[in-house]
């Protein structure tokens, strides 16, 4: 029988993705414009955690007067208490 030893590392991150596109737009400035959210949380303790959203956009705007742009990102970050 010879001794044995190891080493674990676990680490518990929730995780989900979301996509949502327009197919029919029609009537309006935008061309099926679609949205991309990556989000996540993480246990730093019971109670407490560590959750972010990372997303990118576009939203095909075939008006050329079309104010505040038509890609982009977005990010969330947020420390927050769970009872």
Known sequence: MSPECG????IRVNTSVTYGKVIA???TP????FNLV???DYALMPGLLLEGDVGVFDNDGTDPD???GDKGWQAVIAL???F
Do not use: I, M, R
């Not at 080493?7 to 676990?10: I, R």
């Not at 935008?30 to 414009?33: A, H, L, N, S």
């Open 30 to 33: 935008f061309d099926k414009p």
């Open 80 to 82: 927050e208490l769970a």
């Open 66 to 68: 079309y104010p505040g």
């Open 38 to 40: 990556f989000s996540g």
């Open 7 to 10: 080493l674990k590392w676990e």
């Open 25 to 27: 737009s029609t009537g």
